[in-house]
């Protein structure tokens, strides 16, 4: 499933390439970068649901505000090169915490960052002189950062004692496919829909009071981005 919906963004977006032509193109400004904001929802391929990050803000920051929620969570820089060549920088928080029937080995919580840096491809679709639809496909390479909490133990009273914390610290590959409506070839809004796989390893010591032999880290991660971006 996963090589599949990498596999229908390359196709959509080489059937979007067929059908662009060059005069569409030629009276408008071309603009040489971009950033985007935006938020996520994210699927780890587990019995839990695409769920969107709530808390809202970048983890990474000195200074978090007091307005979270209203944040971005998502933020993205690139610049395009010739042939629509894009080399772009980007970064999000997500964090989510589980309602599980506490049986040992659940999932309860779940927070980290991620950096990544992509090459992409756009397409661009002139629907009249004010509107048109972009499309970008990007192989990426990123680096994740943070910690999930896995239920182990908890006493008569029913107080969780022992919750194994463990820790993400790990590059992965992926790729990601987006579409973005333009308007007057400067501000856009859309949404980009990725794929990584990261070469997590458990992190637990065999010694260690809170080991989980059946513990596997996340390693596969489906992520969603609504967002707006301006070119300039």
Same mark, same amino acid.
């Given at each position: 499933?996963?090589?599949?919906?990498?596999?229908?963004?390359?196709?959509?977006?080489?059937?979007?390439?067929?059908?662009?032509?060059?005069?569409?193109?030629?009276?408008?400004?071309?603009?040489?970068?971009?950033?985007?904001?935006?938020?996520? @929802?994210?699927?780890?391929?587990?019995?839990?649901?695409? @769920?969107?990050?709530?808390?809202?803000?970048?983890?990474?920051?000195?200074?978090?505000?007091?307005?979270?929620?209203?944040?971005?969570?998502?933020?993205?820089?690139?610049? %395009?090169?010739?042939?629509?060549?894009?080399?772009?920088?980007?970064?999000?928080?997500?964090?989510?915490?589980?309602?599980?029937?506490?049986?040992?080995?659940?999932?309860?919580?779940?927070?980290?960052?991620?950096?990544?840096?992509?090459?992409?491809?756009?397409?661009?679709?002139?629907?009249?002189?004010?509107?048109?639809?972009?499309?970008?496909?990007?192989?990426?390479?990123?680096?994740?950062?943070?910690?999930?909490?896995?239920?182990? @133990?908890?006493?008569?009273?029913?107080?969780?004692?022992? %919750?194994?914390?463990?820790?993400?610290?790990?590059?992965?590959?992926?790729?990601?496919? &987006?579409?973005?409506?333009?308007?007057?070839?400067?501000?856009?809004?859309?949404?980009?829909?990725?794929?990584?796989?990261?070469?997590?390893?458990?992190?637990?010591?065999?010694? &260690?009071?809170?080991?989980?032999?059946?513990?596997?880290?996340?390693?596969?991660?489906?992520?969603?981005?609504?967002?707006?971006?301006?070119?300039?």
């Amino acid at each position: 499933m996963k090589l599949l919906l990498l596999f229908i963004t390359f196709f959509s977006t080489i059937r979007v390439q067929a059908s662009l032509t060059a005069d569409s193109l030629q009276d408008k400004k071309q603009y040489k970068n971009f950033i985007e904001v935006g938020y996520n @929802a994210a699927w780890f391929f587990d019995v839990h649901r695409m @769920a969107f990050f709530r808390q809202g803000g970048l983890s990474w920051l000195p200074i978090q505000p007091i307005t979270a929620p209203l944040v971005p969570s998502y933020i993205k820089y690139a610049r %395009i090169f010739k042939h629509n060549i894009e080399l772009g920088l980007s970064s999000y928080t997500y964090g989510v915490s589980y309602r599980n029937k506490k049986t040992k080995g659940d999932l309860m919580y779940r927070w980290f960052d991620d950096v990544t840096l992509s090459l992409g491809r756009s397409f661009t679709v002139s629907l009249n002189k004010f509107v048109g639809l972009k499309y970008t496909i990007s192989p990426s390479v990123s680096y994740r950062w943070g910690t999930e909490w896995v239920y182990l @133990a908890e006493n008569d009273y029913h107080d969780v004692i022992h %919750i194994c914390s463990c820790d993400y610290s790990s590059f992965g590959l992926g790729g990601t496919g &987006s579409m973005d409506i333009v308007l007057a070839n400067r501000l856009y809004f859309g949404g980009s829909l990725g794929y990584t796989y990261y070469f997590e390893k458990s992190k637990l010591k065999p010694t &260690s009071t809170y080991y989980y032999k059946d513990y596997k880290p996340n390693r596969d991660v489906l992520v969603f981005h609504p967002r707006l971006g301006v070119l300039f």
